[in-house]
T-cell receptor, first 113, second 111 residues
Framework: DAEITQSPRHKITETGRQVTLACHQT?????MFWYRQDLGHGLRLIHY???????NKGEVSDGYSVSRSNTEDLPLTLESAASSQTSVYFC????????????FGPGTRLTVL | GQNIDQPTEMTATEGAIVQINCTYQ??????LFWYQQHAGEAPTFLSY????GLEEKGRFSSFLSRSKGYSYLLLKELQMKDSASYLC????????????FGKGTTLSVSS
């Protein structure tokens, strides 16, 4: 069955370290998204991509980067992790056509000490 | 800017009907989504409205009024498993198919 996976599911890191969170989907969806979810803020968009080599900044993109070298993967990199980036990160994907729902991965809980 | 408001918490009893409201102020509106999220899990899609009116899907219905910037999710015949957070999200033309989420409404269903 087609699916969307994230790894790792849990990670603890130190301030200043570079961290990469993986997202892989097997639906062959062109659209992929990264969100973070924090108490009191809900889900907030970090970056998104509409196809290979396409990336766009979302509402809270500072301190994060993404790259899209193939259809299946959209890794999220924290260049220099900060305690404010402690959060649960969700990856999602959708087909190109308007109206299609986004399918979410299981999430990665990141703690920055 | 974009703003989406929902109540923070609601409670209801098994078998009852509950209505979760969502109001939004956005430019370039292009559709409204409802998602369900159980604690510790990923959001899952419930419904989508782009035109005014009611969309019904089994026990769940969603309504949209674009002129009022208003939507609601109606849950009938509540079950304990409906205890979850319900997320209202808006799509705007400027962000393509990306979604802007409200903070979510936590629904607790008791017996």
């Amino acid at each position: 069955d087609a699916e969307i996976t994230q790894s790792p599911r849990h990670k603890i890191t130190e301030t200043g370290r570079q961290v990469t969170l993986a997202c892989h989907q097997t639906w062959n969806h062109n659209n992929m998204f990264w969100y973070r979810q924090d108490l009191g803020h809900g889900l907030r968009l970090i970056h998104y991509s509409y196809g290979v080599h396409d990336t766009n900044k979302g509402e809270v993109s500072d301190g994060y980067s993404v790259s899209r070298s193939n259809t299946e993967d959209l890794p999220l990199t924290l260049e220099s992790a900060a305690s404010s980036q402690t959060s649960v990160y969700f990856c999602a994907s959708s087909e190109s056509e308007w109206g299609n729902e986004q399918f979410f991965g299981p999430g990665t809980r990141l703690t920055v000490l | 800017g974009q703003n989406i408001d929902q109540p923070t918490e609601m409670t209801a009893t098994e078998g009852a009907i509950v209505q979760i409201n969502c109001t939004y102020q956005t430019s370039g509106f292009n559709g409204l989504f409802w998602y369900q999220q159980h604690a510790g899990e990923a959001p899952t899609f419930l419904s989508y409205n782009v035109l005014d009116g009611l969309e019904e899907k089994g026990r769940f219905s969603s309504f949209l009024s674009r002129s009022k910037g208003y939507s609601y999710l109606l849950l009938k015949e509540l079950q304990m498993k409906d205890s979850a957070s319900y997320l209202c999200a808006v799509r705007v033309y400027q962000a393509g198919t990306a979604l802007i989420f409200g903070k979510g409404t936590t629904l607790s269903v008791s017996s």
